[in-house]
């Protein structure tokens, strides 16, 4: 590079400003932040980015009655049916956690997760007959997707799929690759607990990201990471409970049970992608922090943190991998 080409480049890089906007999506809130070289291509990808996101909201929610995901299982009953690239790399990596983890992370657990949200509507438990008519609708092993020929099939009619656990990382991971396509190198993309990262900010060593920690105290604080080119997903404790009997029942279910969870577990996961950290964090939660960081450990670039709470009393437990050094 001529000694002019590079001061034109040392300005160019000095010249990239952060920008920030949210809007909601997927019923929470997407925030993105960035850094662009103009207002004028901060909002373009600010645009492209959402216009994503809602695409993929369109295709993968569980709440749209025509949404891609609900058609597809009423239509391919039987028989095998196209599905779109969005579905088929949502729904196949879906389907590859379930078999890791003998289907404490099952994307078909949408008969239950419906009977349990219309449960927190009446704040009544639903009946075992109900959680047993729901259970035998679910299950992994009679979901089949075809990830040559791009087709997805369900065993039986009355199958549901919920994508709610891991179509949001999917969505960080899909709006930092239009950045990226639009020229934007660093940006952040946060869907409440689900974030995904892309190089860290000019002259930064990295995002600041902030998790649960103990290590200096017997009660959680926050500790602040420096992360780029990867994704941080948390599952934990959420609005959407039930409290009956001083039982407070999770919006995660546990597959094997149909029972919301009770134990009080907020899990945080590193991973390279979104489609990776955000359902190996709810799968963290069902499968509890020894069989849960066993698999993180054996998943190459992936970490991972829980903090159980036993009436106030915290313990924490962590991946081999999971960052130690204070930044
Ligand atoms: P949040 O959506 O609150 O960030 P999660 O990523 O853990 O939390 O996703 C929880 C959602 O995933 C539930 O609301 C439900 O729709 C769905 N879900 C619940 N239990 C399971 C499970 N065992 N496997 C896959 N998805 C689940
Ligand atoms: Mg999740």
Redesign the pocket.
């Known amino acids: 590079m001529s000694s002019s080409a590079l001061l034109a480049f040392a300005l160019f890089a000095t010249t990239l400003q952060p920008y920030e906007a949210v809007e909601p999506h997927m019923g929470t809130l997407f925030r993105i932040k960035l850094y662009a070289a103009s207002e004028q291509q901060a909002q373009q990808a600010f645009r492209a980015a959402f216009a994503r996101i809602a695409q993929l909201d369109d295709e993968l929610s569980d709440y749209k009655p025509d949404s891609e995901l609900n058609r597809l299982a009423r239509s391919a009953v039987k028989r095998p049916q196209p599905a779109s690239e969005d579905l088929v790399r949502v729904v196949g990596a879906a389907e590859q956690l379930s078999e890791k983890t003998d289907g404490?992370?099952?994307?078909t657990?949408g008969p239950l997760?419906h009977l349990w949200r219309a449960a927190v509507k009446v704040h009544q438990l639903p009946s075992a007959e109900a959680i047993a008519a729901a259970r035998a609708k679910c299950g992994f092993r009679k979901l089949h997707v075809n990830l040559q020929a791009h087709t997805i099939c369900f065993d039986e009619s009355g199958m549901q799929l919920?994508a709610?656990?891991i179509a949001?990382g999917d969505a960080a991971d899909q709006a930092l690759f239009v950045l990226k396509q639009l020229g934007i190198q660093s940006a952040l993309v946060a869907a409440?607990?689900?974030l995904a990262f892309s190089d860290a900010p000019p002259g930064e060593a990295g995002w600041k990201i902030g998790v649960d920690s103990l290590d200096r105290a017997d009660a959680p604080f926050t500790r602040v990471l420096l992360l780029a080119n990867g994704a941080v997903?948390t599952?934990g404790p959420?609005e959407?409970h039930l409290d009956i009997n001083g039982v407070r029942y999770s919006?995660?279910?546990?597959?094997r049970t149909g029972m919301g969870l009770t134990r009080d577990l907020t899990v945080t996961v590193i991973a390279a992608h979104g489609l990776a950290a955000?359902?190996l964090?709810?799968?963290l939660?069902?499968l509890g922090p020894e069989r849960g960081l066993a698999l993180i450990d054996s998943i190459p670039g992936a970490a991972a943190l829980v903090v159980q709470d036993e009436n106030g009393r915290h313990t924490l437990s962590k991946s081999k991998r999971f960052p130690t050094v204070e930044q």
């Open positions: 404490a992370f099952d994307i657990i997760t919920d709610g656990a949001k409440s607990g689900d997903s599952s959420s959407q919006h995660i279910i546990d597959p955000d359902p964090a709810t799968a939660s069902v």
